[in-house]
């Protein structure tokens, strides 16, 4: 999302990643161990830099609470201060529907946002049923289940609309929630063949699908066994192209552009020679053909 990418960014601009962290950790322990009544400077910085320790504090932090905090009412600014005005009116023109009882918390959560959607209230009433598990992610629960000092738990009531939005798009997208009269985001049951019901063996077999879930997602794993067993075995002749990057979450595969092979196309073609732009449709610097005497 883009108050996490924001957030990521400003933390990037203050540390670089730190690597073998397990290397650092082992000659520190050896060090302490080896001299546990020695000054830390004389024992420590030695075998790990106190620039260094600064660096992995400061990776530490940005996965830590405060990074999610920080994230977290970036997303809030920018929803109360522009998002949320459009909310009422969408809510209104917007019919939300869902065919699978696991995803109707999300409608129950909709719903709750849209009877509250103009109230001044802070909280939501102690006497709402408010759906928590299928709608806030477990790390934005402890901002939408704020405690008071006698231990009651309450709901924030902007934090909630926050997260049940986010879990909107998320289903949304999927069409697990569908919008009535909607084309993209149909409800997915009018993909179907009117017959389908009736018929559905038939149809599976026309297109050579298996009508057991378990049986597709099994050929599905075996599909990827078979092609990381391809990846691997092939590893040894292409690591000088393709590298392997764990400390990628997206992306993590780099593959290195291959070098032209001999015949390939030259990147930039010649120009149109005159007879061309002649006959181009629309060209400005149309050339004439030229006429014979």
């Not at 065919?99 to 009877?115: G, M, S, W």
């Not at 798009?169 to 389908?196: C, S």
Request: charged share 30%; glycine share 2%.
């Amino acid at each position: 999302m883009r108050a996490e990418k924001r957030v990521e960014q400003e933390y990037l601009n203050e540390f670089k990643r730190i690597g073998n962290k397990e290397g650092i950790l082992y000659r520190i322990a050896e060090a302490a161990v080896g001299h546990p009544d020695e000054p830390v400077r004389e024992v420590v910085f030695p075998v790990a830099s106190e620039k260094l320790l600064r660096e992995v504090i400061k990776e530490y932090k940005a996965k830590s609470p405060a990074f999610r905090k920080q994230v977290h009412l970036i997303m809030r600014a920018s929803y109360s201060h522009h998002y949320r005005r459009m909310v009422p009116e969408l809510l209104e023109i917007l019919d939300f529907h869902s065919n699978n009882e696991l995803y109707r918390p999300v409608i129950r959560a909709l719903q709750l946002v849209k009877d509250y959607v103009h109230s001044p209230r802070q909280y939501y009433p102690d006497h709402e049923i408010i759906p928590i598990k299928e709608v806030v992610a477990p790390k934005w629960r402890e901002f939408v289940e704020e405690q008071d000092e006698d231990g009651t738990s309450r709901i924030n009531r902007l934090n909630y609309e926050v997260c049940t939005l986010q879990a909107l798009r998320e289903k949304v997208r999927v069409r697990e929630i569908w919008i009535e009269g909607a084309n993209r985001y149909r409800d997915p049951d009018d993909d179907l063949p009117t017959d389908f019901s009736q018929k559905r063996a038939t149809y599976y077999e026309a297109l050579r699908q298996p009508t057991e879930a378990d049986v597709f997602i099994e050929k599905l794993k075996e599909e990827m066994r078979k092609a990381l067993r391809s990846l691997d075995g092939a590893m040894p002749r292409i690591r000088d192209k393709v590298r392997l990057l764990p400390n990628r979450k997206k992306k993590p595969i780099s593959i290195t552009p291959l070098a032209p092979q001999p015949g390939t196309p030259p990147a930039r073609y010649p120009a149109p020679t005159a007879p061309a732009l002649s006959l181009w449709p629309g060209n400005q610097y149309r050339v004439q053909p030229p006429t014979q005497c």
